[in-house]
T-cell receptor, first 115, second 111 residues
Framework: DTEVTQTPKHLVMGMTNKKSLKCEQH?????MYWYKQKAKKPPELMFV???????INESVPSRFSPECPNSSLLNLHLHALQPEDSALYLC??????????????FGPGTRLTVL | GEDVEQSLFLSVREGDSSVINCTYT??????LYWYKQEPGAGLQLLTY?????DMKQDQRLTVLLNKKDKHLSLRIADTQTGDSAIYFC???????????FGGGTRVLVKP
């Protein structure tokens, strides 16, 4: 099973709202990722958690706040977003070992619209 | 720096073979991937190849790697309408956390 789940599927929020995106995997993977994808573009890396610790932050604005409560769960907390933050937010996980474990598996994404 | 490039668009007739091409610049790339993305969906891993391989076949999919020219291709045999999607190639290093994606190739399969 190579399933990564994300909730909600769609989210509409105002610029003053606080919301959270959730990602879950039960494959025992030790690295988890958040990506942002705009239409007709490749995914852009935002954050990487490795063994539940933040290992990479690609200079993401502080209105995006990641959290990794345990090895299966990854959250992205959103606050005071701008309309240009509207995008598809993708979560991915990786086993964290060499060989096949270097492969990232993606979830279906959350389509975020900021009004 | 790292760079991965793909052509933007490919049109193919149902039943024909499709070939999607990708070039990369980083000679230390060790893993090369093909992902498929249908409209409104996430990325589906199709296949991957290690840099010490020249070819990998998986049912209708054939990946060819020319490491000397840093060129990767994905051939889809007997292309179906369900193969219409955006295809991304990506590369990563041996112990790297990061994927570098190409810009994606939109494949349109015509009946």
């Amino acid at each position: 099973d190579t399933e990564v789940t994300q909730t909600p599927k769609h989210l509409v929020m105002g610029m003053t709202n606080k919301k959270s995106l959730k990602c879950e995997q039960h494959m025992g993977h030790r690295a988890m990722y958040w990506y942002k994808q705009k239409a007709k573009k490749p995914p852009e890396l935002m954050f990487v958690y490795s063994y539940e610790k933040l290992s990479i932050n690609e200079s993401v604005p502080s209105r995006f706040s990641p959290e990794c409560p345990n090895s299966s769960l990854l959250n992205l907390h959103l606050h005071a977003l701008q309309p240009e933050d509207s995008a598809l937010y993708l979560c991915a996980s990786r086993a964290g070992t060499s060989g096949r474990g270097n492969t990232q598996y993606f979830g279906p994404g959350t389509r975020l619209t900021v009004l | 720096g790292e760079d991965v490039e793909q052509s933007l668009f490919l049109s193919v007739r149902e039943g024909d073979s499709s070939v999607i091409n990708c070039t990369y610049t980083d000679s230390s790339s060790t893993y090369l991937y093909w992902y498929k993305q249908e409209p409104g969906a996430g990325l589906q891993l199709l296949t991957y190849i290690f840099s010490n391989m020249d070819m990998k076949q998986d049912q209708r999919l054939t990946v060819l790697l020319n490491k000397k020219d840093k060129h990767l291709s994905l051939r889809i045999a007997d292309t179906q309408t369900g193969d219409s999607a955006i295809y991304f190639c990506a590369e990563s290093k041996t112990a790297g956390n990061k994927l570098t994606f190409g810009g994606g190739t939109r494949v349109l399969v015509k009946p």
